[in-house]
């Protein structure tokens, strides 16, 4: 099976955590023109039995994604579908049992819909918990999960690979992690092991452990991967003949990528990058859009998204909290909290209405302006001078990183 440790053992594999249909656009058509597969994976937050933030559940999300795939020619079997951080972490402010019934529900209703990557990921307390979640009871969880999704996957006829471990207490970006010491990854592979004991050659379908590694980005600072760093808990890792899935690689240089695969992190997650990249070129249009276009007939996207997050503010009052410059952090910040608010009924027709003039195509001149990446392959009829096709060609350009570095 592809993502097996035969295969991550010659080379690495990116992962998509994006539920944005440009993203996973580009990503498909992206992975056909590589020849190879993809990786997409949803979190409980964006993607649950109850809907999450997207609105889809588990069997929907892989509907939307396949469909993608169907319309770009990209075979089913090319395309591995994934649940990251499996576990109760939407209902962490629930009690425990009604907690962990709801994450039992969660990874069968992942399994039942043949996603083949899971990560468990029991290591947040619940309401009824001390405020640090002892590696037993984060193990004992891990295995009631791991139980309901192998009992499932049966009934469906095939086997899923598993991640455990966490990168908890920052996941998703926010300030610099820590790096996960030595001895807490002993302590924790040490509980999976005893709550794990009985299971026969478990430990060949657990091939990655996410920990800390000293990464992630802030609003606008990226923190370095530094290799020398971590060497000495990415050695033990490698002894127990695990690889590390890195979450958070978001804007990491390509470089660094590379090194990050090279030393064993097999796994890259990826996704407020790629957001980021398809933000950054709905902003180049819209500039072209404010030079060319009378300002009645303007999408006016900019002013509508401000308009909407400051309406709605969920998603990013915790994260952004310094008024003076609060326009600029809803705008341009790494973290892009602007990415759950794409699917909002007033940002969707404006982004519509944007693409809507440019329903002739973009001018050369401002492609080469504003779009230098896509000018030739435009000139040279490699693609088409589409607004679609140019935010595409946004997203595909941080694709490139991550496919050199998995590719030793």
Known sequence: ??????????????????????????????????????????????????????????????????????????????????????????WQDEPSPTAMNKAKDLIRAFVESGYKKIHIDCSMPLSDDPKVLPYEKIAERTRELFEIAEETARKYNFQPVYVVGTDVPIAGGGEEEGVTSVEDFRSAISSLKKYFNDVPNIWDRVVGFVIMLGIGFSYDKVFEYDRDKVRGILEEVKREDLFVEGHSTDYQARYALRNMVEDGVRILKVGPALTAAFRRGVFLLSNIEDEIIPERERSNIKRVILETMLRYDRYWRKYYKDSKRLELDIWYNLLDRIRYYWEYEDVKMVLNKLFENFSEGVDIKFIYQYFYDSYFDVREGKMKNDPRELIKKEIKRVLEDYSYAINL
Not at 7 to 14: A, C, E, F, H
Not at 28 to 47: C, M, N, R, W
């Open 1 to 90: 099976m592809w993502l097996s440790k035969d295969y991550l053992r010659k080379k690495g594999v990116y992962s998509i955590c994006s539920s944005n249909s440009y993203v996973i656009e580009a990503s498909i058509e992206f992975a056909k023109e590589k020849g190879d597969y993809i990786l997409i994976e949803a979190t409980p937050h964006q993607v649950n039995q109850f809907g999450g933030y997207s609105g889809m559940t588990p069997e929907d999300f892989k509907n939307f994604v396949m469909k993608i795939a169907k319309e770009k020619g990209l075979e089913e079997d090319k395309i591995i579908l994934g649940g990251d951080h499996l576990g109760p972490l939407p």
